[in-house]
Nanobody
């Protein structure tokens, strides 16, 4: 089955940067056909959508809270999606998840990676 593995999380000081990666495996369709998203969640709160990238990598959308600081990208050869996070703030602290969606089907989720922004 389709599996997503996030990595790259960790502890960073405010104003710092991290780059998250999400590698997809077990696909029965081309990775390039999947819409990819990043979400985040803090304890006691609902998951918040962060960014999305279309199948070609051309169209990218961001939540207002991260616009101008985060950049989503994808590598269809490596079957991976990335989230470059710059100028991190304490309120960016969360578990970050990537998802893959083919057409109108349900989203497949990864296990998440913890990002902590603290001095």
């Amino acid at each position: 089955q389709v599996q997503l593995a996030e990595s790259g999380g960790g502890l960073v000081q405010p104003g710092g940067s991290l780059k998250l990666s999400c590698v997809v495996s077990g696909l029965t369709r081309p990775f390039s056909a999947f819409l990819m998203r990043w979400y985040r969640q803090t304890p006691g709160n609902e998951r918040e959508w962060v960014a999305r990238i279309d199948t070609t990598g051309v169209r990218r959308n961001y939540a207002d809270s991260v616009k101008g600081r985060f950049t989503i990208s994808r590598d269809n050869v490596k079957k991976a999606v990335y989230l470059q996070m710059d100028n991190l703030k304490p309120e960016d602290t969360a578990v970050y998840y990537c998802t893959a969606q083919y057409g109108g089907s349900y989203e497949v989720w990864g296990q998440g990676t913890q990002v902590t922004v603290s001095s």
